[in-house]
């Protein structure tokens, strides 16, 4: 290998890491004052909840995820508080469901839709910001995650003043480890579907796919 490639690949690598370091700092500071876990009394009258989607199960061994677990009791403890006019569950159509009767099971009465169309981040974001434009909408999900909710909120929503999240324990199973790494990864994807357009996963509109849960 010549000096030439060398310096090549380490410009090449440096910019790399500098772009994914970068990344995650930018959109960790989205979440900065905006986590109401720990400050009760500054949680809005009549927000929406909105509870981002994750598997009950580990696909393969069937063991329950604490993080799914640990998320819905943080949805439930937020909607204890009597100040969630409305919850949304989005993600795939069956986390959509599972974490409605979760939810459900919980005690949680508040009504809930189903956004079944939530299959990233970005189209969760998306269709809350377009169905709810005046709302004050709060996120539920582990921190790493209410970081990057918000950050997209910031970016393609004039509601970013009225985005807020109320972050879920982080555990202590290996896959909660897991999936702050992966996070790690999907920081820098965020910046890179911002970049390019912003666009949803599906075919369905943004203004379109919520379902009641019946």
């Given at each position: 290998m010549g000096p030439t490639l060398r310096r090549?690949?380490?410009?090449?690598s440096g910019l790399l890491s500098a772009f994914f370091i970068i990344s995650n700092l930018w959109i960790w500071s989205a979440g900065w004052g905006r986590d109401l876990r720990n400050t009760p009394d500054r949680i809005p009258q009549d927000a929406v909840l909105v509870l981002l989607g994750l598997d009950e199960r580990d696909e393969k061994t069937?063991?329950?995820?604490?993080?799914?677990?640990?998320?819905?009791?943080?949805?439930?403890?937020?909607?204890?508080?009597?100040?969630?006019?409305?919850v949304v569950t989005s993600g795939l159509n069956s986390q959509a469901r599972t974490m409605a009767d979760r939810l459900r099971e919980a005690g949680v009465?508040?009504?809930?839709?189903?956004?079944?169309?939530?299959?990233?981040?970005?189209?969760?974001?998306?269709?809350?910001?377009?169905?709810?434009?005046?709302?004050?909408?709060?996120?539920v999900s582990q921190g790493w995650h209410c970081d990057r909710a918000l950050w997209f909120t910031d970016r393609i929503s004039t509601n970013q003043y009225q985005a807020l999240s109320y972050s879920a324990d982080f555990g202590?199973?290996?896959?909660?480890?897991?999936n702050f790494l992966r996070d790690f990864l999907a920081k820098p994807k965020a910046v890179i579907d911002w970049l390019t357009g912003s666009k949803i996963t599906t075919t369905v509109d943004v203004a379109d796919g919520y379902k009641v849960y019946l």
């Open positions: 090549i690949i380490l410009w090449v069937g063991k329950l995820s604490e993080c799914f677990k640990l998320r819905i009791e943080a949805a439930a403890q937020l909607c204890r508080t009597g100040k969630i006019k409305l009465t508040t009504p809930i839709v189903l956004d079944p169309y939530g299959w990233r981040t970005l189209d969760s974001v998306k269709r809350a910001a377009a169905v709810f434009p005046y709302a004050t909408i709060i996120y202590y199973e290996p896959t909660a480890y897991f």
